[in-house]
């Protein structure tokens, strides 16, 4: 783990919230000028603390206003069916995020799809591609907090 100072903190925590905002509110909020506070940023995009910077988008408003969690066990453990499970979440772009369990889960996995008939499609598509023990659908209904930011401490130590 990389030890962040406050600055360094600081800044993260800017990002998180708000990618688009300029280095001077950034260093202004970090307590830096701005090229101090640019090169930090560099420093912490090449350490791979920041790990890169997107748009956020609202997924109803694309066209996916139906999200699923996966519960996947596996047949067996084996590094072939591993590296097949893997080559095949890949290829699947609705599979937003694929995590290896620990507990009754082998691999829990958050999709989004425009509804029941597109995950039908995925869900098929997915137990087409690789044998699968068991697999378990958890349908959302209602969103009711997200955010891509860390609670990263700011304060002084």
């Avoid at 910077?53 to 999200?67: C, I, N, S, W, Y």
Wanted: charged share 25%; net charge negative.
């Amino acid at each position: 783990m990389t030890e962040l100072d406050l600055i360094d903190r600081k800044i993260v925590a800017e990002l998180m919230r708000d990618a688009t905002m300029p280095i001077a509110q950034i260093a202004d909020k970090a307590g830096l000028s701005q090229t101090p506070c640019w090169k930090r940023i560099q420093k912490l995009e090449a350490t791979g603390v920041l790990a890169g910077r997107v748009a956020l988008a609202d997924p109803e408003k694309l066209g996916f206003g139906l999200t699923v969690f996966v519960g996947i066990e596996a047949p067996d453990h084996s590094s072939d069916w591993r590296g097949s499970f893997a080559k095949a979440v890949e290829t699947i772009p609705e599979i937003m995020e694929v995590y290896r369990m620990a507990g009754e889960l082998d691999y829990l996995l958050r999709v989004a799809v425009s509804d029941m008939s597109a995950y039908d499609t995925l869900y098929k598509r997915l137990t087409d591609a690789v044998p699968i023990k068991n697999v378990t659908s958890h349908f959302a209904m209602e969103r009711m907090k997200y955010t891509t930011a860390y609670p990263v401490d700011t304060r002084n130590r």
